[in-house]
């Protein structure tokens, strides 16, 4: 196994860049766990605020305007020439309006009724939350590959954004029930009078976000670019070149699958905890910080066998995991043993286990994939591939809580109202089996790449 002499960055630096992954993972987790359950609640007498049909437009609009801006604001950074840097810049001007924005969705015009009004108002929030997301989530993950060139290194520190990103997985859905659940009356906290748990939830998120994207960048200095290596490729070229690359177009393929089959689970959650476990908000939140849990206690592991078999391998080991875990999901609650409670933990549980990989491979993987392009066209092009890998992932996440609403709706009209949510794991289990065989084709693995990169360069 490769040793640290070649590692590039200080310790202090690899722990506050780091830092950057918490906002990155709780601004999302917090919307895809309870935004449909704050809009569309299923207890009795609650207020419905949107149609089905608007939820499914409003978020599938949000995350289109983000999928088609993802690439434009990597090609952007990826061509810029400010005094400051490609990347940083963009990670500080994006955080301030990110957080505003991310509170303002929990701030419907007409709380108390349901209204095309708060369809629209939760359409444009959703999208400008996503479009700031762009700004300062691409040009962060962008400054990984430029700021080490070590394999090992670049292990290292995406297991260390791993616990972060676990930390924000963990802790945000078990503060976001307890508020949830605790508020759900309203209640007034120091000067400020909330209407119910969601929204201090969100002011929390949106003060650490803009905190630890500001904390991220502190140390970090951008290498400087030499004049004729400034990337030359306007937006629609860049893309092109990108969907030419080997390695990235089954990686792409791959990864597009996989978020939208975890995303349908997220969503699904807080529904089977209430419904199918029945239990509490509270444990709902228990119960999606479970995964990332058992996954960070494994992430050593993880990082271990990369070293020892590569990346590829172990994330098909992980997929195919996913793929046998996942259909357990229609018996809970249909087991002779334990309650329905803790049937539904178990499994969630048990996703843990392959979710370590899912977790921390991912990075080291788009900048090796990076590394290879930069053999191929002679320029370091962080920032697209990160933008083009949004095109894919985020327009699934703006489909899955729509598929969600859907099997819901088919299972009321069918008369399976039981099978409603917890059919949504044999649904991800097949697209994560989907997505496993669009990986098989990908010619990168790990350490070997360097080997894959000999002759590669594009004529």
Same mark, same amino acid.
């Given at each position: 196994?490769?040793?640290?002499? +070649?590692?590039?960055?200080?310790?202090?630096?690899?722990?506050?860049?780091?830092?950057?992954?918490?906002?990155?993972?709780?601004?999302?987790?917090?919307?895809?766990?309870?935004?449909?359950?704050?809009?569309?609640?299923?207890?009795? @007498?609650?207020?419905?605020?949107?149609?089905?049909?608007?939820?499914?437009?409003?978020?599938?609009?949000?995350?289109?305007?983000?999928?088609?801006?993802?690439?434009?604001?990597?090609?952007?950074?990826?061509? *810029?020439?400010?005094?400051?840097?490609?990347?940083?810049?963009?990670?500080?001007?994006?955080?301030?309006?990110?957080?505003?924005?991310?509170?303002?969705?929990?701030?419907?015009?007409?709380?108390?009724?349901?209204?095309?009004?708060?369809?629209?108002?939760?359409?444009?929030?959703?999208?400008?939350?996503?479009?700031?997301?762009?700004?300062?989530?691409?040009?962060?993950?962008?400054?990984?590959?430029?700021?080490?060139?070590?394999?090992?290194?670049?292990?290292?520190?995406?297991?260390?954004?791993?616990?972060?990103?676990?930390?924000?997985?963990?802790?945000?859905?078990?503060?976001?029930?307890?508020?949830?659940?605790?508020?759900?009356?309203?209640?007034?906290?120091?000067?400020?009078?909330?209407?119910?748990?969601?929204?201090?939830?969100?002011?929390?998120?949106?003060?650490?976000?803009?905190?630890?994207?500001?904390?991220?960048?502190?140390?970090?200095?951008?290498?400087?670019?030499?004049?004729?290596?400034?990337?030359?490729?306007?937006?629609?070229?860049?893309?092109?070149?990108?969907?030419?690359?080997?390695?990235?177009?089954?990686?792409?393929?791959?990864?597009?699958?996989?978020?939208?089959?975890? +995303?349908?689970?997220?969503?699904?959650?807080?529904?089977?905890?209430?419904?199918?476990?029945?239990?509490?908000?509270?444990?709902?939140?228990?119960?999606?910080?479970?995964?990332?849990?058992?996954?960070?206690?494994?992430?050593?592991?993880?990082?271990?066998?990369?070293?020892?078999?590569?990346?590829?391998?172990?994330?098909?080991?992980?997929?195919?995991?996913?793929?046998?875990?996942?259909?357990?999901?229609?018996?809970?609650?249909?087991?002779?043993?334990? *309650?329905?409670?803790?049937?539904?933990?178990?499994?969630? @549980?048990?996703?843990?286990?392959?979710?370590?990989?899912?977790?921390?491979?991912?990075?080291?993987?788009?900048?090796?994939?990076?590394?290879?392009?930069?053999?191929?066209?002679?320029?370091?092009?962080?920032?697209?591939?990160?933008?083009?890998?949004?095109?894919?992932?985020?327009?699934?996440?703006?489909?899955?809580?729509?598929?969600?609403?859907?099997?819901?709706?088919?299972?009321?009209?069918?008369?399976?109202?039981?099978?409603?949510?917890?059919?949504?794991?044999?649904?991800?289990?097949?697209?994560?089996?989907?997505?496993?065989?669009?990986?098989?084709?990908?010619?990168?693995?790990?350490?070997?790449?360097?080997?894959?990169?000999?002759?590669?360069?594009?004529?």
């Amino acid at each position: 196994m490769p040793g640290k002499d +070649d590692w590039e960055l200080k310790s202090h630096q690899r722990s506050l860049y780091s830092l950057g992954t918490f906002p990155m993972s709780i601004v999302p987790a917090v919307i895809m766990s309870w935004l449909l359950f704050f809009y569309r609640p299923e207890e009795s @007498g609650a207020i419905v605020l949107v149609g089905p049909v608007a939820i499914i437009v409003a978020r599938l609009i949000g995350r289109t305007v983000d999928a088609l801006v993802d690439p434009m604001i990597a090609s952007w950074s990826d061509r *810029s020439t400010a005094r400051g840097g490609r990347r940083i810049p963009f990670v500080k001007w994006g955080a301030i309006p990110l957080a505003v924005c991310s509170v303002l969705i929990w701030y419907p015009p007409f709380p108390s009724t349901s209204s095309w009004i708060n369809g629209l108002w939760l359409g444009v929030m959703l999208s400008l939350t996503w479009f700031f997301y762009t700004v300062s989530g691409v040009t962060y993950l962008a400054l990984l590959p430029e700021i080490t060139r070590s394999s090992t290194e670049r292990v290292h520190l995406s297991v260390l954004m791993s616990y972060v990103d676990v930390a924000g997985m963990v802790g945000v859905p078990l503060l976001a029930g307890r508020l949830i659940d605790k508020f759900k009356d309203g209640a007034t906290i120091g000067p400020i009078y909330f209407a119910d748990g969601f929204k201090p939830s969100a002011v929390i998120v949106g003060a650490i976000t803009v905190v630890l994207m500001y904390v991220s960048v502190w140390k970090m200095k951008e290498k400087e670019i030499e004049p004729s290596k400034t990337v030359p490729f306007k937006l629609i070229e860049a893309v092109r070149i990108c969907l030419r690359n080997e390695a990235f177009v089954p990686y792409l393929a791959m990864i597009g699958l996989l978020r939208l089959g975890i +995303d349908l689970v997220i969503v699904a959650i807080p529904f089977i905890v209430t419904t199918v476990m029945q239990s509490t908000p509270t444990v709902a939140g228990i119960g999606q910080a479970l995964m990332p849990f058992v996954a960070a206690v494994l992430f050593p592991v993880v990082a271990w066998m990369a070293h020892k078999f590569g990346k590829k391998k172990v994330y098909q080991i992980a997929i195919l995991l996913m793929v046998c875990i996942l259909p357990l999901f229609v018996f809970i609650g249909r087991l002779p043993i334990l *309650s329905p409670m803790w049937q539904g933990l178990v499994l969630l @549980g048990l996703l843990g286990i392959p979710a370590s990989a899912l977790l921390t491979m991912w990075r080291p993987m788009v900048a090796d994939i990076i590394d290879y392009d930069e053999k191929r066209v002679g320029y370091r092009r962080e920032a697209i591939y990160y933008g083009v890998e949004g095109l894919a992932t985020k327009f699934a996440q703006g489909l899955a809580a729509g598929i969600v609403v859907i099997l819901a709706e088919m299972g009321k009209a069918m008369g399976y109202p039981s099978l409603k949510y917890v059919i949504v794991g044999p649904v991800a289990a097949v697209i994560f089996l989907l997505g496993f065989l669009a990986f098989r084709s990908y010619p990168l693995n790990g350490h070997h790449v360097d080997e894959h990169q000999e002759g590669a360069r594009e004529q």
